[in-house]
Structure formats: C-alpha cells, structure tokens
C-alpha cells in the first residue's frame, strides 16, 4: 500500500470510530472551542501582518473551530483526506469565499494559495510522509506555511511513528534543521497537565522550507 492509500485507510477508520475520543468534534480535542481560543484571535491579526488572502486548510477536518475565525476577505479552501468529512463541510458550510475539496496533502496537486496551513496533520505522520508532504506543499506555488510547531527541545520530539499515532514536532532540530519561524501563535494547550504548553502555530516562507528538503 503507497503512502496515500495508506494515510486514507488510516484516517477514515478514525473518523468513522471517533478514536480522537471528543465529544465535541471528529478531528480531537485540539479542535474544541476552549483549546483554540487563542488561535481564533490571533489568526486574523497573522493573516494579515503577511498579506495573506488566500488559504489552503488541510487537513481542515470538521471545520469546528475554523468557521469561527474572522477572516474578513481571506478565500478559504478546506481540504481533508476523508471524502465523508469533506462532503459534510460542503453541505453545512459553503459560501462564496468557502469551499472544500478531497485532497491528500501527500500525493494531490494543491491549489496555489498565498499559505497553506496544516494544523495537528504533520503530527501524525512517519517521516517519509512528512517529506512527502512537505515537497508538495512547496511545488504549490505557496508563499507561507503555517504548521504546528512545539519549541521545546524534548526528547521525544520528532520520533518516527506510523500513521496516526502522535509526537511532537519541533522543525528547528533534526532531521528538519529549519531557521527559527518567523512568527507563531502559543496555542496554551492544556492537555496531560500542561506538559504541551510549547504547541503553537508557527509560520515560515516556503522558500526556506525549500531549501531543506535534502532528507529523508
């Protein structure tokens, strides 16, 4: 099985048995009201610090808490790997500067956007996928990426998993080597008694990403 059919099985099976365990949303408690309410105010003021007018959310998930940010003129496009999510978001949440699509980060042409952002997605990838799908965000024609960055120096960030499973990453150590972000977001994540504090939403200019790509 390739990487895509691979990420699709994966993450299809937990859609359809809710293994992320919220009572709120099918996409984690990373997605709860509560747990990004700093990102829901702070989204906007980026957004517009780096002119960014356009916006590739994938995986976009249910779309919980993104349809209650303010993004004034910003096109959104929401895209996920699992066709039922991606068909109920259209039916529910369309509008003449929201839309969504079936795409896999992975192996899909994306659509060119001023950013991509991929919130808790990369997290749950094997490091093969993760350079996947970094390569193909960066052949996207996007100016920025906006991806879930944790700053501490744990040693257990950046360990190889399979799909699905979950660790930090932190893509200024190995093996990404990536400059420090040019601005982030601290999401103030409570989960496991604050032992994730460090979680953000960081952004950097693709073409720094681009240069870094040499692994795996």
Not at 1 to 8: G, I, T, W
Request: net charge negative.
């Amino acid at each position: 099985m390739n990487q895509a059919n691979e990420a699709q099985a994966v993450f299809t099976e937990i859609y359809h048995r809710n293994q992320w365990g919220s009572p709120e949303s099918v996409s984690g408690s990373g997605s709860e009201m509560t747990r990004t309410r700093h990102l829901r105010a702070e989204l906007p003021h980026l957004l517009r610090e780096f002119n960014i007018r356009s916006v590739l959310d994938i995986p976009c998930g249910d779309f919980n808490w993104m349809r209650h940010v303010d993004l004034g003129g910003v096109h959104y496009i929401g895209a996920d790997i699992v066709p039922e999510l991606v068909e109920h978001n259209r039916r529910t949440y369309r509008g003449p500067r929201i839309q969504f699509e079936h795409l896999d980060v992975i192996a899909s042409p994306l659509p060119k956007v001023d950013a991509v952002l991929c919130r808790d997605g990369l997290v749950h990838f094997p490091h093969a996928s993760i350079a996947a799908a970094l390569r193909n965000i960066c052949s996207s024609g996007a100016l920025y990426l906006l991806t879930t960055h944790f700053s501490f120096r744990t040693p257990s960030a950046n360990e190889e998993i399979d799909f699905g499973q979950w660790r930090r990453l932190n893509f200024e150590l190995a093996p990404f080597h990536w400059p420090a972000p040019r601005r982030y977001i601290i999401e103030g994540c409570d989960e496991h008694d604050g032992h994730f504090a460090d979680k953000s939403l960081a952004i950097w200019p693709v073409q720094e990403i681009r240069s870094r790509l040499q692994w795996p």
